[in-house]
């Protein structure tokens, strides 16, 4: 048994727009976690569909459109988002009360990165950084261009949850590829020993003739200039 974090199944229902429509289950959830952070997420079929945000005072919708049916978000949902707060963190503290022993789970990342499109010279691309299978959703992402720091067409994606209890989180680099330049992600975590990197440079474009293709062209020159030679000195030859 490990203790790590609370997560709670604040309210869980179905809920249509009309017999006609289909059903849609939401229920809120929150968790907070031994670092401090609270989450707070809207969950209508199976997806997050709002989360809270405590930096903006808001409950942020994080899909297209909402069903019709689910209650108002916005305000329902930031008001019980800040109840949970102090509730959460109450629960946690007795929960490290009745077992003070319990470790702290602590699952390290893997990283991988890979660009929107095939790298060109000169052609503005994306390059992803993914970490993925970490636990407690806190981590850092260092974006690095020859050896110095970018922040510039950074962008960090909200931590998201996968079945088994860790998270995954993309960072994202708005950047221009030129020969030569090595773009680097580094992610630091409580669970490492020391950051991981991934690095990007432009791959070197390489001809597209192969070998083969190159010994079979110059043979047939030659071939060409023997048959050339054997028929002007054939021409040539007297009577």
Request: glycine letters at 6%; charged letters at 20%; a neutral charge.
């Amino acid at each position: 048994m490990t203790l790590s974090a609370i997560t709670l199944l604040v309210f869980t229902g179905a809920v249509s727009a009309s017999a006609a429509k289909s059903i849609h289950d939401f229920h809120y959830t929150y968790g907070c976690y031994e670092h401090g952070e609270v989450r707070v997420d809207v969950v209508v079929d199976d997806d997050v569909a709002a989360y809270a945000d405590f930096s903006k005072d808001e409950v942020v919708i994080a899909i297209p459109h909402l069903p019709r049916s689910v209650p108002d978000l916005k305000k329902r949902g930031y008001a019980l988002a800040e109840a949970s707060i102090a509730h959460c963190h109450s629960v946690l503290g007795k929960a490290r009360k009745a077992d003070p022993g319990v470790p702290i789970r602590q699952d390290a990342p893997d990283i991988s990165m890979h660009t929107r499109y095939e790298g060109e010279d000169g052609v503005v691309n994306t390059l992803f950084c993914l970490a993925n299978h970490f636990y407690p959703p806190s981590i850092n992402f260092t974006w690095t261009k020859n050896g110095v720091e970018v922040t510039e067409g950074v962008s960090n994606l909200r931590y998201r949850h996968n079945s088994d209890g860790t998270f995954h989180r993309i960072s994202s680099l708005s950047f221009t590829p030129r020969e030569g330049d090595v773009h680097s992600c580094r992610v630091e975590h409580r669970a490492l020993h020391r950051p991981l990197a991934r690095s990007w440079e432009l791959a070197e474009r390489r001809s597209s003739v192969s070998p083969a293709a190159v010994f079979f062209g110059g043979s047939l020159v030659l071939c060409l200039m023997g048959i050339a030679a054997g028929a002007f000195f054939f021409i040539k030859k007297p009577n």
